[in-house]
């Protein structure tokens, strides 16, 4: 189980202040499930050297399989996860060789080559730190280990960061997790309260282990109550997801009408 357990972190004062929606968390989580991980926590933290460290030691306390770090990693002075995370581990913050190469070969094609203190400080890494190459941009990301927990480093530019997940971590996790198949579906049901339909709901969660299902209310629509129910399974195979699937929904749909509502799949 451990394997498939990730920690998300974020990193950046922008973020708790409001001014910027944490949507990488989102993104990531949503590729996370998708491979047949279970994220365990996400944490939103400031951009100082003390808060990142610590929230890495948290995570790492609780024995996660994956730590996924996100922002922090560019030219400016308030740029400070990979100090945070060299603090967390207890290591020295080193030039990173290979980084340099990467930078040199991104500002190479751009028409100010130089690699400047602010660029340096983008290959100034923990000393055990292995550089992933962007893809799209110029911070290299980062890996690291600590016992069996794998640790990533990404940039917070959204474009930045899908592109390095894609091409560097979504690859390990699907290996080292496994084979699983996820599917999913959601219900939309009408004129029935959700504290009305909550002892069906229990007798249909019993009945089906194997899938996860959840209901969501959706306030009123013209005076009639809407309620979303969502519906997840994993499975080896995507065949065998797909009936323990179609069998809570057989079942739920029939729970709904037995409790004189409508509904319908969306």
């Given at each position: 189980?451990?394997?498939?357990?990730?920690?998300?972190?974020?990193?950046?004062?922008?973020?708790l202040?409001g001014?910027?929606?944490?949507?990488?968390?989102?993104?990531?989580?949503?590729?996370?499930?998708?491979a047949?991980?279970?994220?365990?926590?996400?944490?939103i933290?400031?951009?100082?050297?003390?808060e990142?460290?610590s929230?890495?030691?948290?995570?790492l306390?609780?024995?996660?399989?994956?730590?996924?770090?996100?922002?922090?990693?560019g030219?400016t002075?308030d740029?400070?996860?990979?100090?945070?995370?060299?603090?967390?581990?207890?290591?020295?913050l080193?030039?990173n060789?290979?980084a340099?190469?990467?930078?040199?070969?991104?500002?190479?094609?751009?028409?100010?080559?130089?690699?400047?203190?602010?660029?340096?400080?983008m290959?100034?890494m923990?000393?055990?730190?292995?550089?992933?190459?962007?893809?799209?941009g110029?911070?290299?990301?980062?890996m690291m280990?600590r016992g069996?927990?794998t640790?990533?480093?990404?940039?917070?530019?959204?474009?930045?960061?899908?592109a390095?997940?894609?091409?560097?971590?979504?690859?390990?996790?699907?290996?080292k997790?496994?084979?699983l198949?996820r599917?999913e579906?959601?219900?939309?049901?009408?004129?029935?309260?959700?504290?009305?339909?909550?002892p069906?709901?229990?007798?249909?969660?019993?009945?089906?282990?194997k899938?996860?299902?959840?209901?969501?209310?959706?306030?009123?629509?013209?005076g009639?109550?809407?309620?979303?129910?969502?519906?997840?399974?994993?499975?080896?195979?995507?065949?065998?997801?797909?009936?323990?699937?179609?069998?809570?929904?057989?079942?739920?749909?029939q729970?709904?009408?037995?409790?004189g509502?409508?509904?319908?799949?969306?």
């Amino acid at each position: 189980m451990r394997k498939r357990l990730v920690e998300i972190i974020s990193v950046g004062n922008e973020l708790l202040t409001g001014h910027t929606l944490n949507t990488n968390a989102h993104w990531i989580a949503k590729q996370v499930t998708d491979a047949g991980g279970i994220v365990k926590k996400v944490t939103i933290v400031r951009d100082e050297i003390n808060e990142i460290a610590s929230s890495i030691r948290e995570s790492l306390n609780r024995k996660s399989g994956w730590i996924i770090i996100s922002g922090g990693l560019g030219p400016t002075y308030d740029d400070k996860t990979l100090r945070g995370l060299a603090e967390a581990l207890g290591q020295k913050l080193v030039l990173n060789e290979e980084a340099v190469g990467m930078l040199e070969r991104k500002y190479r094609k751009t028409s100010n080559p130089m690699l400047t203190a602010p660029r340096i400080k983008m290959a100034t890494m923990p000393a055990k730190a292995t550089p992933l190459e962007n893809p799209v941009g110029h911070a290299p990301a980062v890996m690291m280990k600590r016992g069996s927990c794998t640790i990533f480093s990404l940039p917070g530019v959204p474009t930045e960061m899908m592109a390095v997940f894609a091409k560097h971590i979504l690859p390990v996790l699907k290996r080292k997790i496994g084979k699983l198949v996820r599917i999913e579906t959601s219900l939309e049901t009408t004129n029935v309260m959700e504290s009305v339909i909550a002892p069906y709901l229990d007798r249909v969660i019993a009945s089906n282990p194997k899938v996860y299902i959840k209901s969501h209310p959706r306030g009123y629509s013209k005076g009639v109550s809407v309620l979303h129910i969502n519906l997840a399974c994993e499975a080896s195979s995507r065949k065998l997801a797909s009936n323990y699937l179609r069998k809570a929904v057989r079942e739920m749909k029939q729970s709904v009408t037995d409790a004189g509502g409508k509904v319908k799949e969306i």
